[in-house]
C-alpha cells in the first residue's frame, strides 16, 4: 500500500466536488482528524464497562457505555491518581477531556483531564467503601451473629406504618405464628432522618420486651434505600442484645443493614417468615418429638424389666442369706478367738496385778513406818505448843485488866473525884451547864448526893 491512500484505504485518488484535489497519505489524515478531534472538549457522563490499571503503565485505559455506546477512554496516571477517585467497574463516572486519535492504530480514544463519581455511581462507591471498613473491623463475620430464638413471644417490628411491608409481615405472622406479641415502632424509612428513628425504633423495641427485632421496608431505588448503608444504623444493628432480622427491598437489593443483621431476608414476607415457624410446623414437630419420647420411654421400659428379670434370676435374690453368709462367719470366727483370749488375758492380768501387789507391799510398809513416825513428832509438838499457850495469855490477860482497871471511872472516883449530872441526866462539864436553884446529882466513889445549886463562878 502506498501512501497515497485516502481513509477508506483504496489506492486510486478521490474525486474532488470542488476541483481537483491532491490525495492525502494516511498519516496526514490521521494528523488532520487528530487536529478537528483534539479541538473539542466536551463532558462526559456513563458507566464503566471496562478497566485497565496495571502496574508498569503510564495511563489508566477504560471504556465508558450508556445504552447506545461506549467510548474507549485513557487517563495519564499523574492525573488520575491526583484525582483520588476509587473507580471500579459499574461505577457511574462523569469525565472531561477530549476525543484524540492514536495514529499508529487509527483509533480514536478520549483524552481524559478529571474523573469524578456520578449520582448513583458515587453512592454505590460510598456504600462499598463503608462496607469493606466494616467488613475489617469483623461486624459481618458469621461467628459474631447470633441464632433466633426458636420460639418468641415478642416480635419487635421497625418499618414505616404506611407502607405495604408492615401489612405483609403482620398479616404473615397472624397466619404464621399468631402466638406472638408484636410491638410495632413506625418510623419513617426514607430521608436524611430515617437513621436515627430507625435506631431509635429497635432500641425502644427491645426496652419493651422484643426477643427479636424485623427491620423491613418495601422495594425502592437504590437512593431510596440508601438510610439502609448508614453507619450508625449498622453499627447499631450490631450492638443489639437481641437477634436483628432484615427484610429490606426486593430480592437483589442488599444493604449495609442486610450484611450486619444476624439474618438477611429477601424481603419483609420471608422476613416475617423465618423469625418463627409456622402453626403446622410447629404441630408437626411436636407430634414427632412426642412420638420419638414415647418410643424411647418404651424401650427404656422394656430394658429395665429386661434388667430386673435378670437379677431376680441371681442366687443372691434367691438365696437372700447368702449376702449375710460371709459376714456371719466372720463374726463366728470373732467370737470364737475372743472366747479363747478372754480367760488367757485374765488370768495374765491376775498375774500381773498380784506382781504389782507383791512390789508396792513393802513400799507401803516403809511409806506407814515413816507417816506413824511423822505423825508421833507432830503430835509431841503440838503437845508443848498446848502447854505453852495458856502461860502466855494469863500474862497478856493481867497486863490487860491492869489497864481497864486504871482507865476505869471508879478508880478516878476512888481518888476523891465526883460526877455531876442535871436532872436529865446529862453531865455537868462547866459551871454554865447548871444554872442556879437547878437539882444536880453528884456520883461519889461510895454512893450518890442529890444538891441544889445555890450559886456558881467562872474561874478567869
Given at each position: 500500500m502506498t501512501d497515497d491512500c485516502s481513509l477508506g484505504g483504496r489506492s486510486e485518488v478521490a474525486p474532488s466536488v470542488e476541483g481537483e484535489r491532491s490525495a492525502l497519505s494516511v498519516s496526514a489524515a490521521c494528523s488532520l482528524a487528530k487536529e478537528a478531534l483534539e479541538s473539542v472538549v466536551v463532558r462526559v457522563i456513563g458507566e464503566v464497562s471496562e478497566l485497565s490499571n496495571k502496574p508498569g503503565y503510564k495511563a489508566v485505559y477504560f471504556t465508558v457505555k450508556d445504552a447506545r455506546s461506549s467510548l474507549p477512554c485513557m487517563m495519564w496516571n499523574n492525573r488520575f491518581k491526583a484525582a483520588g477517585v476509587e473507580v471500579t467497574v459499574g461505577s457511574l463516572v462523569e469525565l472531561t477531556g477530549r476525543f484524540t486519535l492514536y495514529a499508529a492504530k487509527g483509533r480514536m480514544n478520549f483524552d481524559v483531564f478529571s474523573i469524578a463519581l456520578a449520582g448513583e455511581g458515587e453512592l454505590r462507591m460510598r456504600v462499598a467503601n463503608l462496607a469493606r471498613a466494616l467488613r475489617a473491623e469483623g461486624l459481618m463475620e458469621p461467628e459474631r451473629k447470633r441464632a433466633l430464638p426458636r420460639y418468641p413471644r415478642t416480635i419487635g417490628l421497625v418499618t414505616s406504618p404506611r407502607g405495604a411491608a408492615v401489612h405483609d409481615v403482620l398479616r404473615t405472622l397472624r397466619r404464621r405464628y399468631p402466638l406472638a406479641k408484636v410491638l410495632l415502632a413506625g418510623v419513617p424509612v426514607e430521608g436524611a432522618a430515617a437513621p436515627a428513628a430507625l435506631i431509635e425504633g429497635m432500641q425502644r423495641a427491645v426496652v419493651d420486651?422484643?426477643?427479636?427485632?424485623?427491620?423491613?421496608?418495601?422495594?425502592?431505588s437504590f437512593e431510596d434505600l440508601m438510610p439502609f448503608n448508614d453507619e450508625s444504623l449498622a453499627r447499631a444493628i450490631a450492638a443489639m442484645p437481641v437477634p436483628v432480622v432484615t427484610g429490606i427491598g426486593h430480592e437483589p437489593d442488599t444493604s449495609i443493614a442486610d450484611m450486619v443483621a444476624d439474618l438477611r431476608a429477601s424481603t419483609p414476607t420471608a422476613a416475617a417468615e423465618a423469625v418463627a415457624d409456622s402453626l403446622d410446623d410447629i404441630d408437626a414437630h411436636l407430634r414427632s418429638l412426642a412420638s420419638a419420647l414415647a418410643v424411647a420411654q418404651e424401650r427404656r421400659v422394656v430394658r429395665g424389666q429386661r434388667e430386673l428379670e435378670r437379677l431376680a434370676l441371681l442366687p443372691l435374690f434367691r438365696e437372700p442369706m447368702r449376702l449375710l453368709q460371709a459376714d456371719a462367719q466372720r463374726l463366728d470366727e470373732s467370737a470364737q478367738r475372743l472366747n479363747d483370749a478372754l480367760p488367757r488375758m485374765i488370768a495374765a492380768d491376775g498375774e500381773r496385778l498380784a506382781r504389782l501387789r507383791a512390789r508396792l507391799a513393802p513400799i507401803v510398809a516403809h511409806r506407814a513406818a515413816e507417816e506413824a513416825a511423822r505423825l508421833g513428832g507432830l503430835r509431841q509438838r503440838t503437845v508443848l505448843l498446848g502447854r505453852a499457850l495458856p502461860e502466855?495469855?494469863?500474862?497478856?490477860?493481867?497486863?490487860?485488866?491492869?489497864r481497864l482497871h486504871d482507865l476505869s471511872p471508879l478508880a478516878v472516883l476512888g481518888r476523891g473525884y465526883a460526877i455531876v449530872r442535871r436532872g436529865d441526866g446529862g453531865i455537868v462539864k462547866s459551871v454554865r451547864d447548871a444554872e442556879v436553884g437547878a437539882a444536880v446529882n453528884v456520883t461519889l466513889a461510895d454512893g450518890e448526893l442529890f444538891c441544889k445549886v445555890e450559886g456558881k463562878e467562872e474561874s478567869s
Open positions: 420486651g422484643a426477643e427479636v427485632v424485623l427491620l423491613v421496608r418495601g422495594g425502592g502466855r495469855f494469863s500474862n497478856e490477860l493481867a497486863r490487860n485488866a491492869a
